[in-house]
């Protein structure tokens, strides 16, 4: 009685305090999502190759990219593809204040506006418990994935398109960039081999998976959540660049701030 009363309590609480990870279903979906977007270059050749194979995908964008190509915003929309909140300028929400982090997530949605579906991507993946309710508080469920494609690393299309296709099964969320708003090295990550990985893993799946976009998803299965408390890694983080303006640097310990 006791197990069975504790699993109880451990769904319930999942149910308000999880992050979605995926979707469990034996319908043959799954999600390709986008960071850090929108970029000039890059989303509008995206667009054009879901485009082509008929697949819908979620945008996770910053409110910086946003609100510098608002058009590609609304580009987006129209195509039937998702947005959601991504933060203003993608800082460790962990490392910031409460204030800045219901301020980041504010900004965002001011210049989405009608395109917001409500869904929030931490960035970096890090979130602590009080980073987790401020985006509940903030009205907006928070969605991470299963299938993280490492295409800011030094891999060609053929290989982050393997690497993807190894990974595709019904209901999974596919992390991948339209954009890096932060990057190590000197220069910024080619987006080239992610959108030569796109295209290769719709001409070979498309027939076998319908490719669409988060919100959808979640009304085609049961969405899976997870106790997701991902801390960051501050000597990372502090040694990033950015492709304009300094990078943030971080000063404090890897905790959840209040």
């Not at 985006?135 to 393997?162: F, I, K």
């Not at 502090?238 to 304009?244: A, E, I, T």
């Amino acid at each position: 009685m006791k197990s069975i009363a504790g699993n109880a309590w451990r769904r319930v609480k999942l149910r308000f305090s999880g992050t979605i990870t995926h979707v469990a279903t034996d319908e043959p979906v799954v999600a390709l999502t986008f960071d850090d977007g929108p970029d000039p270059v890059v989303t509008p050749a995206l667009l054009k190759i879901l485009g082509a194979y008929g697949a819908k995908a979620t945008f996770f964008m910053t409110g910086e990219n946003a609100a510098a190509y608002p058009e590609l915003v609304v580009a987006v929309r129209e195509a039937g593809h998702a947005v959601g909140n991504h933060s203003w300028d993608h800082p460790s929400f962990p490392l910031v204040s409460g204030s800045e982090r219901r301020r980041q997530i504010k900004r965002c949605a001011s210049v989405l506006s009608a395109a917001d579906t409500h869904i929030f991507r931490p960035p970096y993946g890090n979130q602590s418990v009080a980073s987790r309710i401020d985006a509940t508080l903030a009205g907006y469920s928070v969605v991470t994935w299963n299938v993280c494609v490492p295409d800011w690393e030094d891999h060609d299309g053929a290989w982050l398109a393997d690497f993807t296709l190894q990974n595709l099964k019904p209901g999974c969320i596919v992390l991948m960039h339209d954009g890096m708003f932060d990057f190590t090295g000197d220069t910024p990550s080619d987006r080239g081999p992610t959108l030569d990985a796109v295209e290769r893993v719709l001409a070979t799946a498309a027939e076998k998976f319908e490719f669409i976009t988060v919100p959808d998803l979640l009304q085609r299965g049961r969405a899976v959540r997870v106790a997701w408390w991902m801390n960051p890694d501050v000597d990372y983080l502090n040694s990033l660049k950015r492709r304009s303006g300094n990078a943030r640097r971080y000063q404090v310990s890897p905790k959840a701030r209040p």
